[in-house]
């Protein structure tokens, strides 16, 4: 889920996303680009290995724009590396003659619009299971609309240990044993997850907190000090880092809390202010949210709010009794939001 490049570098890979249907239609195409790729040692390996899984583009177009797409290639990357840039050899690819080059510089004949944009997001977990970690549910769901989004996800999550371990067949706390957050969000991010202290904002266009008791207990005090609580120092610096960047944050269900506390005048939600028959079981969150000096405003499970002014949008998720699909509905709402708010959306479903 991340890594930004530069504005260039992003051009090259969305290029070289296409090369990879050029490589199926066209076997001419296919061995240059397994060349020019071949030709770049440690970074081709890197160019190869992201060609994989991301953006699904249009594949209908012509063998010879995609020919030209590899040229553009060739060229971003020698720009980018300080050398003269390159001309092809001979011909490739059968239309080769209806897309002529200039000696002199490399032309694209594709607009780069016609592509679905890529985002490069990350996800902070804070342990598995929803009594002392991260609500799983939420974290798939999260991870289910940014892949319908195109989007690249990375895990992390603080190397520290539990405030407890809960026995979820009982919902009491286990005695006399000891889980790393860090190890525990690992099942849940299929061993692909990297310690919070090693994230820095500028790879990533933004970040996401999904809920569960974890981010009260982990990466805060919530759970135990209400308002007077802290967060963990590397929570706080991602997220005091992202809203200095003017980067959006996103979060649901509890984890709104940790804004509340490191971005005072926030506005937030966590769902209703008042438990209607036990629906909204957790409303009295909201006041403690008030009581560190955050805006509540008061939403259904299947919205978000979106607080334009320091880019936070929030959903109230698992704060709500209710059936597994809304839950996914306001967390699809979320994403989008969450999305829009970096400024490359482009509205693809």
Not at 86 to 93: A, E, L, R
Not at 231 to 250: N, S
Request: aromatic share 6%.
């Amino acid at each position: 889920m991340a890594v930004a490049f530069a504005s260039s570098c992003n051009r090259v890979k969305t290029v070289a996303v296409e090369l990879q249907n050029t490589g199926k239609r066209n076997s001419n195409c296919n061995r240059y680009q397994e060349e020019l790729l071949g030709s770049l040692g440690k970074e081709g390996l890197f160019y190869e290995r992201r060609l994989k899984g991301i953006a699904r583009l249009n594949s209908k177009m012509m063998a010879g724009s995609k020919y030209d797409c590899l040229v553009e290639l060739h060229q971003e990357i020698n720009t980018r590396k300080g050398e003269e840039l390159c001309k092809p050899k001979g011909k490739i690819g059968s239309r080769t003659n209806s897309y002529k080059l200039a000696e002199s510089k490399f032309r694209l004949k594709i607009k780069f619009s016609k592509y679905q944009t890529i985002y490069f997001l990350l996800q902070v977990l804070s342990g598995c299971g929803v009594y002392d970690g991260t609500e799983i549910h939420e974290a798939s769901a999260i991870l289910f609309h940014l892949s319908r989004k195109g989007a690249e996800v990375q895990m992390y999550a603080p190397d520290i240990l539990q405030m407890h371990v809960i026995d979820h067949t009982k919902g009491q706390p286990v005695e006399a044993e000891s889980r790393n957050v860090l190890t525990e969000s690992a099942r849940i991010a299929r061993g692909k997850i990297t310690n919070l202290a090693k994230l820095t904002t500028q790879d990533h266009d933004a970040v996401i907190f999904p809920g569960g008791f974890g981010a009260a207990k982990n990466l805060s005090t919530f759970a135990v000090d209400g308002k007077d609580c802290k967060v963990h120092k590397e929570v706080e610096r991602v997220l005091q880092e992202f809203h200095k960047a003017g980067k959006p944050i996103g979060l649901c269900c509890i984890s709104p809390v940790l804004v509340a506390k490191v971005l005072p005048g926030a506005e937030v939600t966590v769902g209703h202010e008042v438990e209607e028959g036990g629906k909204w079981p957790y409303a009295g969150t909201a006041g403690a949210i008030k009581a560190l000096g955050a805006k509540h405003c008061v939403k259904e499970v299947t919205e978000a709010h979106v607080d334009l002014k320091n880019k936070v949008v929030t959903t109230p998720a698992f704060m709500c009794e209710t059936e597994l699909h809304h839950i996914f509905e306001g967390i699809g709402a979320m994403v989008k939001n969450v999305l829009k708010l970096t400024g490359k959306y482009s509205g693809v479903s």
